[in-house]
């Protein structure tokens, strides 16, 4: 997959990059954020999704847009970690001209006065490369210009309006989801380390998963895999039980309605051998609505059962060393995971998320490994093998 660099990317001309007046369109480039090595899996479903002129960029996947579609990509996107609306973009080579830009925009149309805004900003390769005093004079340009009270930290109240500075432009952004998408708004209960459920959902469309096939988890924990792919079958909008920050705009981008659940002819299984993870995930998925598509079994990993039915996918998160655990016994529990695989999952495959390549190597499958991708700390990769 090419993957723009951004450098590139601003000079196209669809994105209106030689724009050195200030302007506010109607159709801006919308960004939805993914960790790096994953933006090939957001940019198949921001394509599938039918969103426009989509491309791939370090750190996300942009595409064309208006305020509606930055509600649907809030609301509709499983994969994309946040929604940012590049809502203008103008040059500017000292700080007076900042200051005369910011002030030029309508801010009026994008905040709201009663709504308290925090201001970023990044400066890189530019005449201004003053990060505070740029942003001085932008929270100014929207104290005066709208009255809204401007905040100097980062708080969940807080709109966010990103401002980056390259190359002597300025390219605005307003965070349009808030609190991070993998926040579905239905989980309550998690365990020691739970996947976030957006990355949880970019790793299944790496296995190939689309929705119509049975997904087993047999190390479950709280069920985020099983769940997710629970309600990607049944069409479940993720972002359909909370809000965005979006909705604390002044912007016009009233909701597309949620359509109900669809059916679904196969079941998902998740197991634990651990109590709790049980119930946990039993809950999670009640509150998800998606309880009755989904089968929590408390088992150890060497009592795992083949479901009935077509061969699927197994989607999986053991435990690793530098999280949870001792990496000695690590290598004897991967070792069983790939026993167990191979003599009942014939036919199925396997999605393996671990950040230590000894132990997936542990399993004795013939595995495939990813691209690194960032998490909780660590550098974890997808393994995936045909069983
Ligand atoms: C990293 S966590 C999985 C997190 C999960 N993906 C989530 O989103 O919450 C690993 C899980 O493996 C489970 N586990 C460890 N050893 C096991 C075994 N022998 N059999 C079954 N489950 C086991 C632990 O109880 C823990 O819940």
Redesign the pocket.
């Known amino acids: 997959m090419m993957i723009l660099q951004w450098g590139v990317f601003s000079r196209l001309p669809f994105l209106m990059a030689w724009v050195y007046d200030v302007r506010m369109d109607e159709t801006f480039e919308i960004f939805a954020t993914a960790p790096p090595g994953l933006e090939a899996m957001l940019l198949a479903e921001v394509q599938a999704a039918g969103f426009a002129q989509p491309v791939a960029m370090p750190g996300g996947v942009a595409f064309s847009g208006a305020w509606p579609d930055v509600a649907r990509a809030n609301l509709e996107l499983r994969g994309a970690a946040r929604v940012l609306a590049r809502f203008a973009r103008f040059r500017a080579f000292h700080l007076a001209q900042l200051d005369k830009r910011a002030r030029k925009l309508d801010w009026g149309a994008i905040l709201r006065p009663d709504v308290p805004v925090r201001v970023e900003v990044s400066c890189r390769n530019s005449k201004i490369y003053h990060d505070r005093a740029a942003r001085q004079r932008i929270e100014r340009a929207i104290s005066e210009g709208i009255g809204a009270p401007v905040l100097p930290e980062a708080s969940e109240e807080a709109v966010r309006i990103m401002a980056r500075i390259e190359d002597d432009l300025v390219v605005l952004s307003v965070d349009a989801s808030g609190p991070p998408l993998h926040k579905r708004g239905h989980k309550e209960a998690?365990?020691?380390?739970?996947?976030r459920e957006t990355l949880?959902a970019l790793f299944l469309r790496a296995c190939g998963y689309d929705g119509t096939e049975t997904v087993v988890?047999?190390?479950?924990?709280?069920?985020?895999?099983v769940i997710e792919a629970a309600e990607w079958a049944a069409g479940l909008a993720p972002g359909r039980s909370r809000d965005f920050a979006l909705d604390r705009l002044a912007v016009q981008a009233s909701r597309t309605p949620v359509g109900a659940a669809r059916p679904v002819p196969h079941s998902f299984f998740g197991?634990?051998?651990?109590d709790g993870?049980i119930r946990?995930?039993t809950a999670n998925a009640a509150r998800a609505g998606v309880g009755d598509l989904c089968h929590f079994t408390r088992?150890?990993?060497?009592d795992?059962e083949r479901p009935g039915g077509a061969p699927g996918l197994v989607m999986?998160?053991?435990?690793?060393g530098a999280?949870?655990?001792n990496r000695k016994l690590l290598f004897a529990?991967y070792g069983?995971l790939g026993a167990v695989l191979r003599e009942r999952f014939g036919g199925w495959r396997l999605g393996l998320?671990t950040s230590d390549g000894g132990l997936a190597k542990a399993t004795g499958l013939d595995l495939r490994a990813g691209p690194p991708v960032a998490f909780g700390g660590l550098s974890v990769k997808l393994y995936q093998a045909r069983i």
């Not at 988890?217 to 895999?225: E, L, V, W, Y």
């Open positions: 998690v365990g020691k380390a739970p996947m949880a988890d047999p190390m479950c924990g709280s069920g985020t895999f197991s634990d051998r651990d993870a946990m995930s088992a150890p990993i060497s795992l999986v998160n053991p435990p690793y999280r949870i655990g529990l069983s998320v």
